[in-house]
């Protein structure tokens, strides 16, 4: 059964940081990546990072969110700088098979699996 499990959310002042994980169990995935959801507003993309490590970002991060991964323990990270009250969202890992181009890693029909997400406050 595949499953993504994420952690490392939680409240922290602006221009706090924090880092989330997530680990994928039974299965491997080309690309995983990190979403976002605040109330009211449609989840969008923040960043992926496919099997050979290249990334891609939001160009709204201007450099403030930083993804990696370790394949040998099929985990990805997001390291959030500088957190601003507007990063405040629900933060999900998502993973697909394929190796995703620049336009399809922004799009959420391209991942099959997603985790449960991690609530990401930040306090002004």
């Known amino acids: 059964q595949v499953q993504l499990v994420e952690s490392g959310g939680g409240l922290v002042q602006a221009g706090g940081s924090l880092r989330l994980s997530c680990v994928a169990s039974?299965?491997?995935?080309?690309?995983m990546g990190w979403f976002r959801q605040a109330p009211g507003k449609e989840r969008e993309f923040q960043s992926s990072?496919?099997?050979?490590?290249?990334?891609y970002y939001a160009d709204s991060l201007k450099g403030r969110f930083t993804i990696s991964r370790d394949n040998a323990k099929n985990t990805v990270y997001l390291q959030m700088n500088s957190l601003k009250p507007e990063d405040t969202a629900i933060y999900y890992c998502?993973?697909?098979?394929?190796?995703?181009?620049?336009?399809?890693?922004?799009?959420?029909?391209?991942?099959?699996?997603w985790g449960q997400g991690t609530q990401v406050t930040v306090s002004s």
């Open positions: 039974g299965s491997t995935f080309n690309t």
């Open positions: 990072v496919n099997w050979g490590g290249v990334t």
């Open positions: 998502a993973a697909s098979y394929g190796i995703l181009s620049t336009k399809n890693s922004r799009d959420t029909n391209a991942y099959s699996s």
